[in-house]
Antibody, heavy 119, light 107 residues
Framework: EVQLVESGGGLVKPGGSLRLSCAAS????????MNWVRQAPGKGLEWVSSISSSSSYIYYADSVEGRFTISRDNAKNSLYLQMNSLRAEDTAVYYC????????????WGQGTLVTVSS | DIQMTQSPSSLSASVGDRVTITCRASQGISNSLAWYQQKPGKAPKLLLY???RLESGVPSRFSGSGSGTDYTLTISSLQPEDFATYYCQQYYSTPYTFGQGTKLEIK
């Protein structure tokens, strides 16, 4: 069974940093691209970032480019999102999602972790 | 960026009804379109990809069609568990973008 479990969310002040993790199991992690998608409270879905299976290709939404860094450790079956210079508008539930390469839709999602940016 | 416009934003229907949700892209996306269902407090669930390909395990009452810039999600006979919010997503090019969502409510 495919499982994606996010962690690392919480309350952080504007300008602060946070690192999200996503632990994957039930599939060959190193064969799939991985993604972060977020959802602000009461709002729709917003793609944040994608990383290819071997980390060769990395993409970011303009809204987070230069502030967020996606990475993965295939030996640990883990995906990460380092978030710096956080803003109030980054407040959202952050989902880790698997992408069946080469297509870039999202076939499995984690339960999400809430990030709240507030003073 | 490719803009995705869903309609309607909300829809009231009854069990057994046939419903259609539309998604329009601001440029052609060559069937690189997925549909998701999201229930309150839960993660989205993939329903269809490639505009019309049903994800494994998804009931056959869900179907998708379209080409170019215009796509539709159809639920042939609404079941109680289908009341949720539906999103389309284009994966033709980055940034991957979602429609604003269609909330399907019980009439």
């Amino acid at each position: 069974e495919v499982q994606l479990v996010e962690s690392g969310g919480g309350l952080v002040k504007p300008g602060g940093s946070l690192r999200l993790s996503c632990a994957a199991s039930g599939f060959t992690f190193s064969s799939y691209s991985m993604n972060w998608v977020r959802q602000a409270p009461g709002k729709g879905l917003e793609w944040v970032s994608s990383i290819s299976s071997s980390s060769s290709y990395i993409y970011y939404a303009d809204s987070v480019e230069g502030r967020f860094t996606i990475s993965r450790d295939n030996a640990k079956n883990s995906l990460y999102l380092q978030m710096n210079s956080l803003r109030a508008e980054d407040t959202a539930v952050y989902y880790c999602a698997r992408g069946p390469s080469p297509a870039k839709y999202f076939d499995y999602w984690g339960q999400g972790t809430l990030v709240t940016v507030s003073s | 960026d490719i803009q995705m416009t869903q309609s309607p934003s909300s829809l009231s229907a009854s069990v057994g009804d046939r419903v259609t949700i539309t998604c329009r892209a601001s440029q052609g996306i060559s069937n690189s379109l997925a549909w998701y269902q999201q229930k309150p407090g839960k993660a989205p669930k993939l329903l269809l990809y490639g505009a019309s390909r049903l994800e494994s395990g998804v009931p056959s009452r869900f179907s998708g069609s379209g080409s170019g810039t215009d796509y539709t999600l159809t639920i042939s006979s609404l079941q109680p568990e289908d009341f949720a919010t539906y999103y389309c997503q284009q994966y033709y090019s980055t940034p991957y973008t979602f429609g604003q969502g269609t909330k399907l409510e019980i009439k």
